[in-house]
């Protein structure tokens, strides 16, 4: 048998140079591609919510927790290292129902577990709370 080449699969010959040329640009793309849908559903859901009518309800925080989101890149031979803390207030409202929601307003330190009072609620987001001291439901003005 005649051997035409060096073969394309073997390590030794050029085979796997075009394979690096061609798998190379196909992981970048990818990488784009996931980032760019990455920023477009987080625009989306930025403005649901802040499209999203205000409601207010009377509701005891039950939990309280913070997601602390951390990022490591290489810059010019350098390691640089973010983080972001997101902050999350569960509620439990009259009828038993608990929902989290990211609080946008900087309430976190504000409310206690066990605190009762109105929520504002706007989508996904707390934007207020006006701890009710004397144990009234009277309507808050937000």
């Keep these: 048998m005649h051997s035409f080449g060096p073969d394309p699969i073997s390590f030794g010959g050029g085979g ?15 990488v784009f591609v996931v980032v760019i849908i990455s920023l477009i559903v987080r625009g989306v859901r ?5 499209s999203s009518p205000r409601d207010s309800r009377y509701a005891r925080v039950v939990s309280k927790r913070m997601d ?3 990022h490591s890149h290489n810059m010019n031979d350098s390691m640089h290292n973010s983080s972001r803390t997101y902050y999350y207030i ?9 929902q989290e929601y990211l609080d946008v307003k900087n309430l976190y330190g504000l409310v206690v577990e066990g605190d ?8 996904d987001w707390i934007v207020a709370f006006e701890r009710n001291m004397n144990g009234e439901q009277s309507r808050p003005q937000f």
């Design 46 to 50: 930025y403005t649901k919510n802040a």
């Design 116 to 123: 009762v009072g109105y929520a504002a609620i706007q989508g």
């Design 90 to 98: 569960t509620l439990e409202f009259d009828n038993g129902q608990r």
């Design 68 to 70: 602390v989101r951390s």
């Design 16 to 30: 796997g140079f075009n394979f690096m040329f061609t798998l190379v640009p196909i992981l970048i793309a990818i």
